[in-house]
């Protein structure tokens, strides 16, 4: 129990040494992420109707 105990204050020292971001930080790095999966994920679908177009034509010959 002792070195659970020990384990958990180890956990709040080292969380107190973390640099958390601010708010600005935050908000900045949200909307980036948020603007690439979505640029990604409009990518990827364009490129998988190509090709699935792409084997329906080659199918159809």
């Known amino acids: 129990m002792q070195r659970l ?3 958990f ?3 709040g020292r080292e969380m107190k040494k ?3 971001p601010k708010r600005k930080e935050l908000t ?3 909307v ?3 603007s690439t999966v979505i640029f990604m994920a409009l990518f990827f679908t364009v490129i998988d109707l190509g090709i699935s177009e792409l084997i329906r034509f080659v199918t159809s010959l």
Do not use: L, M, N, P
């Open 5 to 7: 105990t020990e384990y």
């Open 9 to 11: 204050r180890g956990i």
């Open 18 to 20: 973390v640099s958390w």
């Open 28 to 30: 900045s790095y949200t």
């Open 32 to 34: 980036i992420v948020i």
